[in-house]
């Protein structure tokens, strides 16, 4: 079967550095995002990865392993409003999201 | 509108009743998507239509039924409401071929069956 998984929750402090993993087993592999999600919101883009790598996006950056099937999603000065849940999710070959639960990453001062 | 709309934001609904979920979206794009999203689990998809005319069946299609007569709106609606479709409702679309394909959701609908 398909497969994503991610922590269930962290939490980190204002300013810091975070990084939330994920990893994948799935039929095919079209691509790799990150979402984020605020309480009571939709679900909002952040970014995609298909070739291996790093991908710095101001203060976040995602990195792709596809060998390994590993991704993980870099969260740098961490600010409150951070605060959020974390949707990693893939891309498989028929060209459908799979998702994983999200990672409810909880922001202290 | 600008982006993605759903409609009603939320409902309480009898089990038993029919009820049709409302998915607008401006920007053109062709293909559309229905997902459930429930406490623990990731967004779960329950059909897409890849363009107006076609619909296909996602992970969890049963009790569901879709359809896209044109390419801005895209309809959900549940025959006979059971309480298992208590669930939060987001509505999504992307603009298929075109780079990274990224799907813009709408700011959903909370549904309960009682």
């Known amino acids: 079967g398909q497969n994503i998984d991610q922590p269930t929750e962290m939490t980190a402090t204002e300013g810091a550095i975070v990084q939330i993993n994920c990893t994948y087993q799935?039929?095919?592999?079209?691509?790799l995002f990150w979402y984020q999600q605020h309480a009571g919101e939709a679900p909002t883009f952040l970014s995609y990865?298909?070739l291996d790598g790093l991908e710095e996006k101001g203060r976040f950056s995602s990195f792709l392993s596809r060998s390994k099937g590993y991704s993980y999603l870099l969260l740098k000065e961490l600010q409150m409003k951070d605060s959020a849940s974390y949707l990693c999710?893939?891309?498989?070959?028929?060209?459908?999201?799979?998702w994983g639960a999200g990672t409810k990453l909880i922001i202290k001062p | 509108i600008a982006g993605i709309t759903q409609a009603p934001t939320s409902q309480i609904l009898a089990a038993g009743r029919r009820m049709t979920l409302r998915c607008t979206q401006d920007?053109?794009?062709?293909?559309m998507y229905w997902y459930r999203q429930d406490l623990g689990l990731g967004l779960r998809l329950i059909h897409y239509s890849n363009t107006a005319g076609t619909t296909g069946k996602g992970e969890v299609p049963d009790g569901y039924s879709v359809s896209r007569a044109n390419t801005d709106d895209f309809p959900l609606t549940l025959a006979s409401a059971v309480p298992s479709q208590t669930s939060v409702y987001f509505c999504?679309?992307?603009?298929?071929?075109?780079?990274?394909?990224?799907?813009?959701f709408g700011p959903g609908t909370r549904l309960t069956v009682l």
């Open positions: 999504a679309s992307s603009d298929e071929g075109r780079g990274v394909n990224e799907q813009f």
């Open positions: 999710a893939v891309m498989d070959s028929n060209y459908q999201l799979i």
């Open positions: 990865n298909v």
């Open positions: 920007m053109r794009h062709n293909a």
């Open positions: 799935t039929s095919g592999f079209n691509g």
